[in-house]
């Protein structure tokens, strides 16, 4: 063909303006001066733009470090090892069984992490935003001492309860309890007292057990207990609170508002009055003041934190005060201990803290105080403490938060006295501390320094008053002020039919007295039936936490069988021994395939090193690799082994289909010899092993016969003379085209196939040429199968391109399903049930659970109308509306814009505003489907090329209020794609023009979920043919 004459070089660069930003190779060192990069730096400071101080009024927004947002949390939990008697556990007061939830988050299975959290902890959200994570589960991680670090498991633990909580699914009762069939001791009356952490957790767990008369009286109005009252907003909003404790609600548990210990109840009126076992929860209801003090009160400018805390939660909290859509039990009455927390008697308003605020107290309530001080309009604040830095009792999680909002640490100080003026406090004074070699603190009255103040909070912690140690009786108080229990059972030591914990009892995080509530609920429920001349377990059987989710049937109808569930073990190394099946299925595993055997005559010895990780994952270490590439043969145990072992395995687990695999060379004689042999076993179905692709194919078996169809055809029509059982041909995709292996096992009555066997291959050399695995002293290696999530898009395409040919043929999948969500997948594809190993080598059995609940989660979600927004378990992603549409980055001048913005709706804000505070309503599912609803589901909708429109175009958005400028859209664009994004050079926020074409590259590159969506094109998509092919001239660049 002629070379067309065109006007420029087609070749030539012409977007000279959009690639001004774009990387080049640089021919010399850079050369900037000091003083120019100084200049320059702070429009690119990205570390320096929170409010802080006078700028935080009014700002309850969440402040914590460990907040996670999806991206982060699947992140993060792709770190966790997932170790063997995790210690992080161990750490944890309620025992939370964290390497599950974690897993199950990293699956995108988020539902499974949520119950497998409220099922050790019914105040789980609450806790994983308030937990001192540091001193406890991630004190005790085993990254602690990597170069990455500890896991966030508080921030992945409120992820995972938050997308729960905003799923609206309510809490049931197990399943399996009958409470018609319970005996009547399950009826008795049950008081707690004060409906805080301690006592939400025991009455949950009361009522999980059966009881069906639980009832919590309550001083205020509200729910929650000090979570409500005094840990502020911006760290645990009252949404949440309310939250657990309509989850409560929803067992039967009734809660009693405006019953005031020690003035409308007590211990002995409520045991008097029927009541055969009483919970106290009250915690430390009054303040200790330091007699410097005494005297002083809120008029002159002093509060403490049983003073402050409160009036800020009131008048910040929206749900918690009733004259604002409160979600108490009081209407539009307030009881009178909810009159004291507001500052005019009437409606809440926040404490004017206007000027300079000292906080006494180096406690994490001292920290709240603090950070909330600066919410109330204090210009500074100190906190004024006797011990060292170092020896702080504040968690790092408080006290690095208080730091950065630039509250003034003043160590080794002791007040002195307070200095008044015109009746308000004007300043303190204060002794200085010195710390001795013995460890103790001492005055050194010789050294002294003057302090100015408007207001003073102190923080030195509480004590039971004479009142409620009145009301308590006959539980009886410690010297110390604390209630003498057992601390095993949380029983009185005097009076068995009381119980206590939290504060009370010297437990004062949240996560203790959820623990002390739950230990409790145990030796309860002993008293009361052993009261009733009933036996209990030595063993405390607390039950799970449950939702209608749970009741999803996911079993199937497959190939005449019913499996019941689809989630089962490959032929792989998972069932190297009938053991290890044994033991999947009490983890609860639907099927196993046993791992392929042979006659004795083929008797195999595998060499060693077999298995190794892959490198498609990147250099990654550890659980979660993407691949493994093995060069391992089939069992090295004989064939009655196996047969043996699945007569056993179907003896002692007739519900879980037990299916054989088996292998021979291509012989008629040998087939229908083991054939019979396995059928005779008392498997349910067989495997029929086609497709190892190693090893065997050299002696003329697996892949040797499973790439020509005419070999599958004989095969199995020599199998399908000599056994009436299901047999599946195992397919390799080492072929050109899978799709007429099966046809020819089809031919050839199979019952199905089994798609696909793992993927040949060379995982890759070492820097000495030698490849891993090496086997020998020669360092020898061969061609082994890949395995893993790596191999999945293949094993789809496999699956969907069978059943499109071989519609409704029975498939079961495998390669590559790592989650529920992966298995989804298969079944839309066609496939019936998958096997699964990878993520077995990857875990252990215990993942099945993971697989279970997100597949449940999965349908029931599929059938609620209202979250049809939602990815699987994602929920839409959300960016707050005073930024939208705003196009400002986050830094520089451009985020000292965005604080003047947040600042001015701060003030303008109405905190308590009713729409702030969601109602927890879940609505019922309209039809939640089923397993095989979903089998072929998306089969329709894949095809020949042909067949997509070419005329319904998309173009990428780019969401600029979640965009990071990193710019890699606009570089992969660049380079691989049209040059259809504009990088500005000051703000960095990237602008697709009409050149878009719609290939997506950028979204796929994108490090932000959801922050680049593909929509669809506005104008008409004429593609650029760069010459005309009519006129020849030059159109466009690309």
């Known amino acids: ?168 699914v309510p809490q049931i009762r197990d399943p399996s309890l009958k409470l018609e069939d319970l005996p009547e001791s399950y009826k008795a009356r049950i008081a707690l007292v004060g409906c805080g952490p301690a006592s939400i957790s025991c009455a949950t767990f009361l009522a999980r057990m059966g009881y069906t008369d639980v009832t919590i009286f309550e001083k205020f109005d509200f729910h929650g207990g000090l979570s409500s009252q005094e840990i502020p907003q911006f760290r645990l909003p009252y949404d949440v609170v309310d939250f657990e404790v309509k989850m409560m609600k929803d067992l039967g548990v009734k809660v009693e508002y405006g019953k005031e210990l020690g003035k409308d109840i007590t211990v002995d009126s409520l045991h008097k009055s029927g009541y055969e076992a009483v919970f106290v929860g009250v915690g430390m209801p009054s303040p200790k003041i330091d007699k410097v003090f005494q005297g002083l009160g809120i008029e002159q400018g002093f509060y403490t934190s049983k003073d402050f805390l409160p009036k800020v939660s009131a008048a910040s909290k929206p749900g918690l005060c009733a004259c604002k859509g409160g979600s108490g039990g009081c209407g539009s009455t307030p009881s009178a201990a909810s009159k004291e927390l507001a500052i005019d008697g009437t409606n809440p308003s926040l404490p004017n803290l206007a000027g300079r605020v000292i906080v006494l107290g180096a406690g994490d309530t001292a920290f709240d105080c603090a950070t909330s001080a600066f919410r109330c309009g204090a210009t500074r604040v100190y906190v004024a403490f006797r011990r060292g830095i170092t020896d702080m009792r504040a968690v790092p999680e408080e006290a690095d938060l208080a730091k950065e909002e630039r509250c003034e640490f003043m160590p080794f100080m002791l007040p002195k006295q307070v200095i008044l003026r015109d009746g308000r406090i004007c300043a303190v004074e204060f002794y200085k501390t010195e710390k001795g070699d013995d460890g103790q603190y001492r005055i050194d009255e010789d050294q002294f320094v003057r302090i100015k103040a408007d207001y003073v909070i102190s923080a030195f912690g509480s004590e039971v008053n004479s009142a409620i140690r009145a009301a308590l009786q006959p539980l009886s108080l410690t010297a110390g002020g604390q209630a003498d229990v057992d601390m095993l059972t949380m029983q009185s030591k005097t009076s068995p039919f009381v119980f206590a914990g939290g504060d009370l009892v010297g437990n004062g995080t949240t996560v203790e007295a959820t623990n002390d509530g739950k230990t409790a609920s145990w030796a309860i429920h002993r008293y009361l039936q052993s009261l009733h001349g009933l036996t209990t377990s030595s063993v405390p059987q607390l039950p799970q936490f449950f939702t209608p989710i749970d009741l999803v049937d996911i079993s199937v109808e497959f ?126 179905a067989l495997e029929l092993n086609l497709s190892c692709p190693h090893g065997m194919g050299e002696r003329g078996m697996g892949l040797a016969c499973g790439q020509n169809p005419e070999l599958v055809l004989n095969i199995c029509q020599w199998v399908r003379a000599a056994i009436k059982l299901p047999f599946f041909a195992k397919l390799t995709p080492n072929v050109t085209e899978v799709r007429e292996i099966a046809k020819a096992a089809h031919q050839g009555g199979a019952t199905g196939v089994t798609a696909i066997n793992t993927v040949s291959g060379l995982m890759g050399l070492r820097g000495d040429s030698t490849a891993w695995p090496s086997v020998g002293s020669e360092m020898r290696t061969t061609y082994g199968g890949m395995s893993g999530n790596a191999v999945r898009p293949m094993a789809l395409r496999a699956v969907s391109s069978i059943a499109r040919a071989l519609p409704g043929y029975p498939i079961m999948a495998t390669g590559g399903a790592d989650s529920a969500d992966a298995t989804v997948q298969f079944l839309q594809c066609g496939a019936g049930v998958v096997q699964i190993c990878s993520s077995v080598q990857n875990q ?145 926020i990237p602008t697709i023009t009409d050149d878009c074409t719609g290939c997506t590259l950028c979204a796929s590159v994108c490090p932000v979920i959801d922050c680049i969506t593909m929509v669809p094109r506005q104008i008409p998509y004429i593609p650029q043919r760069g010459i005309d092919p009519v006129t020849g001239a030059l159109q466009g660049a690309h």
Request: aromatic content about 8%; overall charge neutral; some cysteine.
């Open 559 to 684: 190939a005449g069988m019913k499996f019941p569930n689809p989630f089962g073990l490959a032929s792989a190394t998972p069932c190297t021994s009938a053991s290890m099946i044994r033991r999947s299925f009490e983890a609860g595993w639907g099927f196993a395939v046993t791992k392929t055997f042979s006659l004795d005559k083929d008797l195999v010895t595998n060499v060693s090193p077999r298995i190794v990780r892959g490198q498609t994952s990147g250099p990654k270490f550890g659980p979660g690799q993407g691949s493994f590439l093995n060069i391992e043969l089939i069992s090295e145990k004989t064939s009655a082994y196996w047969c043996r072992a699945v007569y056993e395995l179907k003896r002692d687990f007739p519900q879980q289909i037990v299916i054989a695999s088996i292998m021979c060379g291509f012989n008629k004689e040998d087939w229908t010899e083991l054939a019979k042999m396995a059928e005779a076993s008392g498997a349910d």
């Open 844 to 988: 252990d059995f215990t993942v099945i659970q993971d697989y279970i609940t997100g597949l449940k989660a999965y349908l029931y979600l599929q059938g609620r109308a209202d979250l049809k927004g939602w990815d699987g378990q994602s929920p839409p992603t959300t960016v707050p509306a005073i930024y939208k549409d705003l196009k400002l980055p986050k830094f520089g001048p451009f985020q000292e814009q965005r604080n003047k913005i947040q600042i001015e709706a701060n003030l303008a804000s109405d905190l308590l505003d009713p729409k702030l505070h969601p109602v927890h309503n879940a609505p019922k599912p309209v039809s939640v489907p089923t397993v095989a609803d979903q089998i072929g589901r998306a089969v329709p909708r894949i095809g020949e090329y042909n067949k997509l429109n070419n005329k319904e175009q998309v173009v990428a958005l780019v969401n600029s209020e979640l965009c990071i400028n990193c710019g890699k859209c606009y570089m992969t664009c660049n380079d691989s794609g049209y040059q259809a994004i504009s990088f500005d050079k000051e703000t960095h």
């Open 1 to 168: 063909m002629a070379h067309i004459k065109v006007a420029h070089d087609v070749s030539e660069v012409h977007d000279i303006e959009i690639l001004a930003l774009n990387p080049k190779v640089q021919p010399y060192a850079s050369f900037r001066p000091t003083a120019v990069t100084s200049a320059d730096k702070p429009h690119w400071k990205q570390n320096a733009g929170d409010l802080t101080d006078c700028g935080l009024k009014k700002d309850f927004s969440d402040i914590k470090h460990t907040t996670l947002t999806e991206r982060g949390a699947l992140a993060e939990a792709g770190r966790c090892l997932k170790c063997a008697d995790a210690p992080c556990q161990k750490s944890c007061p309620t025992q939370l069984d964290i390497k599950s939830f974690i897993g199950a988050i990293a699956n995108k299975n988020y539902y499974g992490a949520a119950r497998a959290i409220f099922s050790d902890n019914p105040l789980g959200l609450t806790c994983g935003m308030v937990c001192p994570t540091s001193d406890l589960c991630v004190g005790g991680c085993n990254l602690t001492h990597s170069e990455e670090g500890a896991i966030n498991i508080g921030g992945l633990q409120q992820f995972a309860t938050e997308v729960f909580k905003k799923m609206g």
